[in-house]
Structure formats: C-alpha cells, structure tokens
C-alpha cells in the first residue's frame, strides 16, 4: 500500500462500541454473566451479533444487531473490558494511534437496573487500562438518541460532563429516526456542551437525506457529522459544509451493507462529488467486528475501486487527527 503501510498511524474517529468488539470476547462476557442466549452454538452466535458475509442487511436490520452486544455490555465489568479491548485491538491490528470511541451508557444500564456512573466508570477504566499498555490517544464520545426524549437526553448530556476530566471528550446525536424528533429542540443542549468543552457530533445524512445535514447544520452547529453521505445529494448542502469547515465521519462498507450507498459506483460518485466541493472527511469503520472490517481495509478498499488516490486517502487520515476531539 505505498505510504500506507503498517508503519503508518492512523486515526479513527467514528466507532460504536457496541460493533467493535470481537464476537468471541462477547460469548465469554455473556457466558461469564449468565445472559441467556437464543442458541448454544457460538457460530449461531456469530451470526447474530455481526452482518452476514453472504447478505447485506437493511438500514433497521443492521440496527437490530445492536440489541444483542448492548445487551452483552450491559455491567460495569463488561463495559470495561469491551473498551479495552476495542482500543487494544485497534493499535495492534491497524496502527490505530488515534481512537475516538462512542457509545451510550443508559442503552447499558438495563433499564435503569445498572448504575450510569457506575457504566461511566468503567468504561474510563477501560480506556486508562488500554492507554497504559498501548500508544493510543483515546477518548469516549456519549450518544444521545433520537428515539429519546429530551429529559433522558439532557441526562446523558450531564454524564458526559461529569465525565469530561476523566476521558469523555464529546457527545453526539444517534440512534434512528423517530417521527417527530426535531434537531431543533437540541439547540440549547448542544450550545451548553459546547461551553462545557466538549466535542460536538450527530448522525445526519445516513438513513435521512440531505435535508437532515442542513438542518443539523442551521440548529446544533457540530464541528462533525457522522456519515453525511446523503449532503452529496445537494449542491447548495455541500457548499454550507465547505464553508462551515464542518467534516463528514465517511464509513464506507457501513454505508453499502445498510444500502444507504445502493452501490460501489454510487460511494464513488459520492467521495468525488465530496472532493470536488472542498468538503472535508476522515475515513472509518463505524463498527468494525459487526461489520467483518477494519479502518486499513477500508482503506485498501477505496483504493482498489479507484474511488479515492492513495494521497487522497493520506489526507482524509490527516484531517482524522486534525478533527480530533483529543486535545
């Protein structure tokens, strides 16, 4: 791969911890809890918690995976490995010397059975443990959700600022579309966190179109937006990103296994569509063991549909540590 070489360190910033742990390590932390589990057979299990090699999944299908490993994470002692582990495999599969990870803490709490300080703690614990064995700057995005409402919402909010000196390093909107769920109503929130210091993105322009990154962009201001694929649909919304500096979490093989991006030619024609603009974006897995990927494929990938020039896949690395919420 050129400069791309395993000696190149790479950054990744849009990962949910829920599709970043190894398949295996959930069967031991399932069994080690005594979660029943609808088969006994680990390949069964596979199956269950990642997308299928042999058929895409729809947009809802492969949301639906979320609900065995949120399941499976959903202690203390759970959370703190998965966080381990996903950073420690990041740095010694891929060179991953940058990590920013994202989940949210009440989709792990049981429904309110676990304690979300006590989620946030070890998920901190984690993420120190994994920082002291390996070079990796790493730091924890909270997630906010669309299918909640405000309150719960503002909640997590405080999570991620109680949490802000021990590794929390933003927050970001997620989760899927819920009629009725305005941006809007986010407004205040996301200016308090943004006081607070932290980093601001959301989920737009994946399973909306690109109506959804203009409105994310007029009301809650993020210095990211994840996926944003769908802006490409617009000129007038490629040019608002342009000149905003706002950067697009591009996570390709999510995307086409989601059928969000219907075809390689049409990721293709969007990455072009996105360089020609100006608009600028990293490169990423969104959740690289459920989706049977890591951030070196992606890239390898890109370069071998001649959908980015190895320099141009360089630059979307450069701009991952430049958009960092790691200070």
């Not at 759970?78 to 740095?91: C, D, K, L, P």
Request: proline share 3%; aromatic share 8%; net charge neutral.
């Amino acid at each position: 791969m050129g400069r791309l070489g395993p000696e190149t360190k790479l950054a990744e910033l849009h990962v949910h911890l829920g599709g970043s742990v190894d398949p295996a390590v959930m069967w031991e932390i399932s069994h080690a809890q005594g979660i029943r589990l609808p088969t006994k057979d680990y390949w069964e299990f596979v199956d269950l918690v990642t997308v299928s090699k042999a058929r895409r999944k729809s947009f809802s299908d492969y949301l639906s995976l979320f609900k065995w490993t949120e399941l499976i994470q959903s202690s203390p002692t759970a959370i703190e490995r998965s966080v381990y582990q996903t950073i420690a495999g990041a740095y010694r599969k891929n060179n991953i010397t940058l990590l920013e990870l994202r989940f949210n803490p009440m989709k792990r709490n049981r429904g309110g059975e676990q304690d979300l300080d006590h989620i946030m703690m070890a998920a901190v614990r984690g993420l120190d443990r994994a920082s002291l064995e390996y070079p990796v700057k790493t730091g924890i995005i909270v997630c906010l959700d669309r299918t909640f409402g405000l309150k719960l919402n503002e909640i997590l909010f405080e999570k991620a600022k109680l949490f802000r000196s021990r590794g929390v390093v933003g927050i970001d909107m997620a989760g899927p579309a819920k009629e009725g769920f305005r941006y809007s109503e986010y407004a205040g929130l996301f200016r308090r966190a943004r006081r607070e210091g932290l980093g601001l993105t959301v989920h737009a322009g994946e399973d909306e179109g690109h109506e959804s990154v203009k409105e994310v962009m007029k009301h809650l201001e993020p210095d990211r937006i994840g996926h944003g694929v769908r802006a490409a649909e617009d000129e007038g919304t490629m040019e608002a990103l342009e000149k905003c500096g706002t950067v697009l979490e591009v996570c390709p093989t999510s995307n086409l296994n989601t059928g969000v991006v219907k075809s390689v030619g049409e990721m293709k024609r969007i990455l072009r569509a996105l360089r020609e603009h100006g608009v600028k974006f990293t490169l990423n897995t969104d959740g690289p063991e459920m989706l049977g990927t890591n951030l070196r494929r992606e890239m390898g990938f890109l370069l071998r549909e001649g959908a980015l020039s190895e320099e141009e896949v360089l630059q979307a690395n450069r701009t991952a540590f430049e958009a960092s919420f790691l200070r």
